[in-house]
């Protein structure tokens, strides 16, 4: 079992920046897939970034490449989301989530594939 606890999110001007944490409690963090998605009011979640098992590929939501860089660091079970030039459009609640893969190159888009999930943490981008 995969425990995933999100931390970082709060309220920011727009414009502003917030780094996401997601830490691991698995002994074998390198072997997942690990990704981050988001979800607003009244819509569905939705991918944002992901990053394969030895952080050499990531994948971002075309709203928000450029922005938002996802990085991960195996060593100490954390996962990372770095957000710069924040829009209310972000506004969100921030998940973090791992899939178990044996390939280490793969990233994985697809909200249905993760096996686990964190808690979220609320991100609020006020204009």
């Known amino acids: 079992q995969v425990q995933l606890v999100e931390s970082g999110g709060g309220l920011v001007q727009a414009g502003g920046s917030l780094r996401l944490s997601c830490v691991a409690s698995?002994?074998?963090?390198?072997?997942?897939?690990m990704g981050w998605f988001r979800q607003a009011p009244g819509n569905e979640r939705e991918f944002v970034a992901a990053?394969?098992?030895?952080?050499?590929?990531?994948s971002y939501a075309d709203s928000v490449k450029g922005r938002f860089t996802i990085s991960r660091d195996n060593a100490k079970n954390t996962l990372y989301l770095q957000m710069n030039s924040l829009k209310p459009d972000d506004t969100a609640v921030y998940y973090c989530?791992?899939?178990?893969?044996?390939?280490?190159?793969?990233?994985?888009?697809?909200?249905?594939?993760?096996?686990?999930w964190g808690q979220g943490t609320q991100v609020t981008v006020s204009s």
């Open positions: 989530a791992a899939d178990f893969t044996g390939r280490l190159d793969v990233v994985v888009t697809a909200l249905r594939s993760y096996d686990y």
């Open positions: 698995v002994r074998t963090f390198s072997m997942y897939v």
């Open positions: 990053i394969s098992r030895n952080g050499g590929s990531t």
